[in-house]
């Protein structure tokens, strides 16, 4: 089986569907409320809707960098802030939004060749702004961003 649809399944299975190491980052959010979202049961911690927001500002960033084949930089806030006062319809737009932007990164991803995955996005290795990978690392990587973000959501959870 050729590698793309393999990634195309991981980060479905990350976000969405059954991931083999636990619930899926959706899967963490169901039923949380907006207040809940918003808390902060360790000081030093972000929320849950703080790393729903960020999970958003990644994704969109890596879907450009596939769809333009270069690293630009972060789309928007690497951490933005939750709305104050906090309220449902706002909690809700935010997974909206997430979704959204998984589903735009999936199609961007659905549209690249087994070639393209061998392409490099930044001439050296820079982690804090996810350079100097190729496209098939920065696809796996998101998927583990996702699922280690759902771990996160998950201990969160409990505590709220």
């Not at 000081?43 to 999970?55: C, D, F, K, N, Q």
């Not at 920065?138 to 961003?145: C, E, I, N, S, V």
Request: proline share 6%; glycine share 6%; hydrophobic share 45%.
């Amino acid at each position: 089986m050729p590698e793309l649809p393999r990634l195309l399944d991981q980060l479905d299975r990350a976000f969405h569907g059954d991931a083999w190491s636990g619930p899926s980052l959706l899967a963490n959010l169901i039923g949380l409320s907006g207040a809940q979202a918003a808390a902060l049961p360790l000081p030093t911690a972000h929320s849950i809707w703080e790393l729903v927001l960020h999970l958003r500002t990644w994704t969109d960033t890596v879907r450009v960098r596939i769809e333009q084949r270069y690293c630009v930089a972060i789309e928007g806030e690497d951490w933005p802030a939750v709305p104050f006062p906090p309220d449902e319809a706002a909690w809700q737009a935010a997974q909206t939004e997430l979704s959204k932007a998984h589903e735009q990164l999936v199609a961007a991803a659905g549209a690249l060749t087994e070639q393209d995955l061998d392409q490099l996005l930044g001439a050296e290795r820079n982690r804090p702004d996810g350079s100097g990978v190729s496209i098939y690392v920065l696809l796996h990587g998101t998927a583990q961003h996702y699922l280690y973000h759902a771990g996160q959501v998950a201990l969160l959870r409990k505590l709220v």
